[in-house]
């Protein structure tokens, strides 16, 4: 009772319904960022003046030539985003150090005067920066707990958050964790490793505090799944929710994961750094998305990207900005959007010998039909391939099924061998898991080691 009527009405402010057309809500965040962006200042002046009247149709295609922003623009150009909003607001990570929990209290849910940064990923492994006021971060907050409810978690309900240690506040939350389960049910379990230690500290707090939603990483995920079959620990019943997000999730690693939360729905939710939760799975797909309109709109962009303009983030607004991931923008009949085929990044894929551009789908789908073939050997698979045009496979086999290492290897070789004519080798290996460093993110498709792109958060940035 108390984390539904006070406590997140206490630190989060529920947003206000906007009946607002798309169009008229486009309007209202360039004309607050034409004049108080230093960015954008004066840059739509001539937009507003000629566009504002047109027919949607007509605006939406001059809309579309607006120009786009990217994360180089964030990293070169990063003070010229903040809004005047910010102007004498408290930092609360000044110097980067984290508040006390006098600060967090007094300036975070009492006044509500702060600001503060965090950090995005990046497969340069070098982050850039964004900034959120008070506003902003419920913004944030609301769109995932908007993916949350859409995968069956209800209000009040206890959920866990299993996320490296140096990320996302983690430190600061697992330290404030009485405090927070006792206001909004949201219990922090950060991690610096996934071994067998860390997946029992998982699942006992799963227990204690009688969960019904857990929030991870699919490859974490993952992880944790393999151990507890390793180390014969029984399923996890009674979990109702799983949300992952952050990475492409293959069907055949999904499937395993199943066998050991035998209770839970797992769904997915695709979002970014810059803007919180975008979409939430559509249906049954872990590929296809509804987005969620009322936070954003949504563009095809070039380089098989998507272009994303947040309505509401004021503190440090983005218009068009480049998302690299590739997937397709669907505009619905009935006014909403959705995104299709949804891959992960636009750069993670590999040129076959007929110059196609093959992605994590690809091989998805190989390993769905070797699954169907020959009952279910394969639960996770990664693909690195080199500069000197060496490729290797590499497949995980569920433990009991290691005699079909051979026909497996040759159901692979019939089709990789053939699409992939244009490398002179290609390696085929079997491994129980995969020695992944789980604090980064987890590449389907990668070059070299893929372990370049590291998890966003707000302890890389540096005091200036």
Known sequence: MLRRTLGYR?????????????????LNILRFCNRNTPFYKGKFSFFLESATDLPDEDFFYAYSHLPIVQKSDLKSKNTNFKSVTLDYKYDLLKDGKTPTMQEAIKHGIIKKDFFASISTGGSSGVPAFRWLDYEDANLF????????????WSTGEDFIVFYPLKSYFTGVYADQAKLLRSFFGFTMVPFETVDKQSVIALLET??????????IFPCVLQRVAEI?????IEPFEKLPYINVSGEFFLDCSKRFIQELFPDSDIQSTYGAVEFGEIAHQKG????????????????????NSLLVTSYYQRAFPLIRYKIEDMGRVIDNEDGSQSITNLEGKNTDYIIGADGYMYYASFFNSLIN?????????IIHFMMRHQDDEVMQLNFVLHPDKTTKEDIVEKAVRDTVEHVFANFETIKINFKDHFDHDYTRKFKI??????????VGGYYQRKAS
Not at 284 to 303: I, N, R, T
Request: aromatic residues 10%; negative net charge; proline residues 4%.
């Open 10 to 26: 206490l630190g989060l402010k529920p947003l206000k319904k906007d009946t607002s057309s798309r169009k008229q809500k486009l």
């Open 141 to 152: 907050a609301q769109s995932f707990l908007q993916s949350f409810k859409l995968n069956g």
């Open 206 to 215: 799963l227990r204690k505090n009688k969960a019904t939603l857990l929030v």
């Open 228 to 232: 507890m079959k390793a180390e014969n």
């Open 284 to 303: 049954l797909s872990s590929f296809d998305y509804d987005v969620f309109d009322d936070y954003a709109y949504l563009e095809q962009g070039p380089d």
């Open 369 to 377: 039909e070797i699954n169907n073939a020959f009952d279910d050997p």
């Open 445 to 454: 498709v990668g070059e070299g080691d893929g372990l370049s792109e590291v």
